[in-house]
């Protein structure tokens, strides 16, 4: 794919690793960024973020200029994409999304990297709707391939299909639903296991060492390499004998699967649980710990990965 012009919007932690991550491929980056106080440390985080794409795709035979602007005017100009990563608050995205209009072509697809926010509601108010997009990206986003798009009810399929076209080029792994549903995909599957996670430790059933232990060493690494339907699959002649055979186990789970509130109590018994797991170990040494072994496991995944 021809190198594009990439303008950034919104540069903190997402905006920054999808800077580092168009970079990485070739394309010219320019951000939006009014203060002075981000450039310092941008240059200071912005090569330890090339170096893990450096291990995990090797290294960049001619990464793009990241270069920083204080006006939307002059970081928009001539770019051929916008990856918006403002705050999800919905009156200021739709504010933004139609100042960012008034500075590209009519052309140029914008993308929002929001979380939850419905793309329908996004564009409400924008010239040209139809080119407004969700690319919704997975922390920690310059590692992680998944790219959620997802298009409003007055968004243009050409657009979907050239944003999947671009992440693609970049190395992302893109999904495209079908329909807007809040958290798109891989928030709801997280939230659905996450929800019986916290019910399990709530009630005393496990700690959460061990419910987080269950899944790294049971389910964890065969639906990192092939997914749930393929690995499960695999546990049967196929997937229509799996749900043959297994069905009314998992019935009997669907059945008497936990409800959880995130009141006082349960957020006190999960953090003070929580804290035993963690054993002292700071929160940059975990993060240290989970992107580097984020590098071989996506390695891996790229190795040997059914999708």
């Given amino acids: 794919m021809e190198k594009v012009r990439v303008g950034i919007v919104g540069f903190g932690v997402i905006g920054q690793r999808w800077a580092a991550c168009f970079a990485h491929a070739g394309h010219p980056v320019r951000v939006f960024e009014p203060t002075d106080r981000r450039e310092t440390a941008f240059s200071e985080v912005l090569p330890g973020l090339m170096g893990d794409l450096d291990a995990l795709k090797g290294p960049s035979p001619a990464p793009g200029a990241v270069r920083l602007f204080p006006t939307l005017a002059e970081t928009l100009e001539g770019v051929g994409f916008v990856q918006e990563n403002g705050p999800e608050n919905l009156a200021l995205k739709r504010r933004l999304l139609a100042e960012i209009e008034d500075h590209v072509g009519d052309e140029v697809i914008i993308a929002s990297s929001s979380s939850a926010l419905l793309v329908s509601d996004m564009q409400a108010e924008c010239r040209l709707p139809g080119r407004i997009v969700l690319g919704h990206p997975f922390n920690p986003a310059h590692l992680m391939p998944l790219v959620e798009i997802v298009g409003g009810t007055a968004t243009y399929p050409r657009a979907l299909g050239e944003a999947r076209a671009l992440y693609e080029a970049i190395g992302k792994k893109p999904v495209t639903l079908n329909r807007e549903v809040t958290g798109h995909i891989a928030l709801r599957l997280m939230a659905a296991m996450w929800r019986e996670a916290i019910a399990l430790v709530r009630d005393g059933v496990a700690s959460v060492e061990d419910v987080d232990r269950a899944f790294m060493y049971g389910p964890g690494p065969k639906w990192t390499l092939q997914g749930s339907f393929i690995s499960n699959s695999l546990n049967a002649g196929g997937i229509g004998d799996f749900l ?23 957020i ?11 054993n002292g170990r700071s929160q940059d040494e975990l993060k240290a710990a989970r992107e580097a072994g984020l590098v071989d496991i996506l390695k891996t995944v790229a190795q040997r990965g059914a999708l």
């Fill in 244 to 266: 043959q055979k297994y069905g009314p186990t998992y019935q009997a789970i669907w059945d008497t699967l936990l409800d959880a509130r995130l009141d006082d109590e349960t």
């Fill in 268 to 278: 006190r018994t999960v953090s003070a649980s929580t804290s035993a797991a963690v």
